[in-house]
């Protein structure tokens, strides 16, 4: 497995895909630099008129419904639509899903789109898969990524695709076989859209990986060795993000091997 994983990344470094993104006002910066530094190429665009332009052109497509408003619905679902016709894989993040009722009917609109990765954190996995809404607070998981697991199941039953659940521990599952990837660090919580930039790069594999559980495995794997190396001794969260971005860049296999924990 760890050959597969180093060959995803090394083929995001050697081709660069193009990843549009359609992401929320927060973490647009963040994200495209995360992107940059593992070898991708971002583009953040939401206007109806040029979506479906970009989906044509690009490897993979990332859907994010952090900072809604009904303008951008229209174009989610243009995109998305898109690349399910032109065959291109597509990323939902569906951020404070179950919050309120605007984001949990967007994220089912979507969701019936069929994404071929939904990645979230385990609030959001349990609210999407309608089995805990009261248990979404905001943007922020209120609960472990492990109770989760059952609810992407069952996500991953409707769309077809794969589910990942980030936390201490990230799940991977296509609704039969499940990875279980315990790297990253807690500080991770405290820097705004780390679970974004995970999405995103879920998109940069899949966009040189056709196995979408592959693919979204190797991604979190990529991220959370990088985010864990980035944590040490690291001061604070500010340090933290902008490590994780050198980290990200200078990756190595060895680095990756000797601490990658994958069950
Ligand atoms: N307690 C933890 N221990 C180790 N890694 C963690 C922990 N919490 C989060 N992470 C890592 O941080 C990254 C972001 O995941 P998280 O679940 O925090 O996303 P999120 O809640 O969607 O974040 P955001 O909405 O701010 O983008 C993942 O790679 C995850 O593995
Ligand atoms: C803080 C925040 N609010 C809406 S989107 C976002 C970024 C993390 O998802
Ligand atoms: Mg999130």
Wanted: proline share 4%; hydrophobic share 50%.
């Amino acid at each position: 497995m760890i050959d597969d994983i180093w060959n995803c990344l090394r083929r995001v470094r050697e081709a660069a895909p193009l990843v549009h993104n359609i992401t929320n006002f927060v973490v647009m910066n963040n994200t495209a630099n995360a992107l940059l530094a593992a070898g991708a190429s971002p583009v953040m665009a939401h206007a109806p008129e040029e979506v479906e332009d970009f989906v044509a052109i690009s490897g993979a497509l990332v859907v994010n419904i952090g900072t809604l408003s009904s303008d951008w619905i229209a174009a989610m679902r243009l995109a998305a639509l898109k690349a399910g016709a032109a065959g291109k894989p597509w990323v939902l993040d569906p951020v404070g899903v179950g919050a309120t009722a605007f984001r949990s009917a967007t994220a089912a609109v979507l969701v019936e789109i069929g994404p071929t990765v939904v990645r979230g954190n385990a609030s959001e996995i349990l609210a999407l898969a309608d089995a805990a809404t009261e248990a979404t607070r905001g943007v922020d998981s209120t609960v472990s990524s492990d109770l989760s697991l059952e609810a992407a199941r069952r996500i991953a039953a409707v769309t077809g695709g794969v589910v990942a659940v980030t936390g201490a521990t990230d799940y991977v599952t296509d609704g039969r076989d499940v990875h279980a990837l315990r790297n990253g660090d807690a500080m991770m919580g405290r820097v705004t859209g780390l679970g974004c930039s995970a999405s995103a790069l879920v998109g940069a594999f899949l966009a040189v990986e056709p196995d979408p559980l592959l693919a979204t495995t190797a991604a979190l794997a990529v991220f959370g060795v990088a985010g864990e190396i980035a944590a040490e001794n690291a001061p604070g969260p500010g340090t933290l993000q902008l490590r994780l971005y050198d980290t990200l860049y200078a990756l190595d296999r060895q680095a990756l091997q000797s601490r990658l924990r994958l069950d």
